[in-house]
């Protein structure tokens, strides 16, 4: 079975700009969680999408934002961006019923100039 | 909300030694936990996890115990190896919540040979 694949595996953007990641679950789970990874701030929960709707949320602000497709599949958004959203975004994916094991990509590696 | 504290933050051991790494949690409504391994360029990946009904899990070298009334559990490894060299990572996740997981800062282990 194939793992979560996340793409880009790198960006450069410059502070302003948006970009949006991509990452695929694995085939039949529904849940798909994003988390940050910095080295100040450790990981950080964003968000967490099951069946195309918002079920969780971080405390980030508005500028991340998220969606999934029917496929399961999701994206995740970062507007207008500052210098300190540099770091790696993971996505995991699960079954979604609760109490079970997240499966995590390799992650995007953001560097915001 | 939920925190997570784990120490030590850096833990250096000889190959074939013990490690154990320590994390307590603050919300007693939390009721999985989820041990995680990171390699440098890659995502996290589950090394073994329990539940709020289970005391004590063992894996080959690995074991987790969990004391719900400290609200603390921990992660021994034994006949430590230079391939168990990584970050590790423990989590906590109120499931009723969905696929959030709260972590704790991770701990850098280094097996020397």
């Known amino acids: 079975k194939a793992g979560v694949t996340q793409t880009p595996r790198y960006l450069i953007k410059t502070r302003g700009q948006q970009v949006t990641l991509s990452c695929s679950p694995i085939s039949g789970h529904r849940s798909v969680s994003w988390y940050q990874q910095t080295p100040g701030q450790g990981l950080q929960f964003l968000f967490e999408?099951?069946?195309?709707?918002?079920?969780n949320k971080g405390n980030f602000p508005g500028r991340f934002s998220g969606r999934q497709f029917s496929n399961s599949r999701s994206e995740m958004n970062v507007s207008t961006l500052e210098l300190g959203d540099s770091a790696l975004y993971l996505c995991a994916s699960s079954h979604g019923s609760g109490m079970e094991t997240q499966y995590f990509g390799p992650g995007t590696r953001l560097l915001v100039l | 909300g939920e925190n997570v504290e784990q120490h030590p933050s850096t833990l250096s051991v000889q190959e074939g030694d013990s490690a154990v790494i320590k994390c307590t949690y603050s919300d007693s409504a939390s009721n999985y936990f989820p041990w995680y391994k990171q390699e440098l360029g890659k995502g996290p990946q589950l090394i073994i996890d329990?539940?709020?009904?289970?005391g004590e899990k063992k894996d080959q070298r690995i074991a987790v115990t969990l004391n719900k009334t400290a609200k603390h559990f921990s992660l021994h490894i034994t006949e430590t190896q230079p391939e168990d060299s990584a970050v590790y990572f423990c989590?906590?996740?109120?499931?009723?919540?969905?696929?959030?997981?709260?972590f704790g800062a991770g701990t850098i282990l280094r097996v020397k040979s």
């Open positions: 329990i539940r709020s009904n289970v």
């Open positions: 999408y099951f069946s195309e709707t918002q079920r």
């Open positions: 989590a906590a996740s109120i499931t009723e919540y969905g696929n959030k997981l709260v």
